[in-house]
């Protein structure tokens, strides 16, 4: 089964791909602009505080896509030795090298001028296709959770090196 996606519009950060990474697990401020066929999907959406940006990572090559177990590289930002943690499948990890390369990203919603959404606590790369968004809303939100043993030790290695770190 083949089918086609077409962006609804497009990330812009004033920062390079390095510095988007390295602010990680915070995430940057940027703007998400839609394009003009798709603003009135936007009606509506003033007053949500969060939204979902779903994204097509553009920058994921081939043999990236091809990538099915992984180290979750991201801890390693935070100070946990890759080498403690487990390779586990691709499907386990936020890892952008997967068969389909897509970004969801939960973001503060600041402020809408027309067909442009400021947003805070991004993720995403300067020039990041925005495939969809979606408010934020109480019936999304999951207050228990359960996480995989190794996740966990992974956890606790963080908040006794960041114990003002909120969850990540």
């Known amino acids: 089964m083949h089918f086609h ?6 990330v812009h950060v004033n920062m390079n791909d390095e510095e ?5 697990p915070e995430g940057v401020e940027g703007v ?12 509506g959406i003033d007053g949500f505080s969060h939204l979902i940006i779903i ?3 553009h920058k994921i090559s081939e043999e990236q896509r091809r990538v099915l177990k ?5 801890l390693r930002l935070l100070g ?9 499948g691709v499907f386990c990890t936020d890892s952008p090298h997967r068969p389909n390369p897509l970004a ?6 600041i402020e809408r001028r027309g067909r442009l959404l400021r947003v805070r606590h991004l993720d995403l790369f300067d020039g990041t296709p925005v495939l ?4 934020y809303t109480p019936s999304r939100r999951i207050d228990e959770i359960r996480l995989p043993t190794w996740y966990q030790k992974a956890i606790e290695e963080v908040r006794a090196k960041y114990p003002d770190l909120k969850d990540f």
């Open 132 to 135: 969809d968004i979606k408010p």
């Open 5 to 10: 996606i077409r962006p609804i519009g497009i």
């Open 20 to 24: 988007v990474k390295a602010n990680w």
């Open 55 to 57: 994204a097509y990572m």
């Open 32 to 43: 998400i602009e839609v394009y003009e066929e798709y603003a009135q999907g936007l009606e």
């Open 80 to 88: 946990i030795d890759l080498d403690r943690l487990p390779e586990v």
């Open 70 to 74: 992984v180290r979750p590289k991201r």
């Open 104 to 109: 969801l990203s939960i973001v503060e919603f």
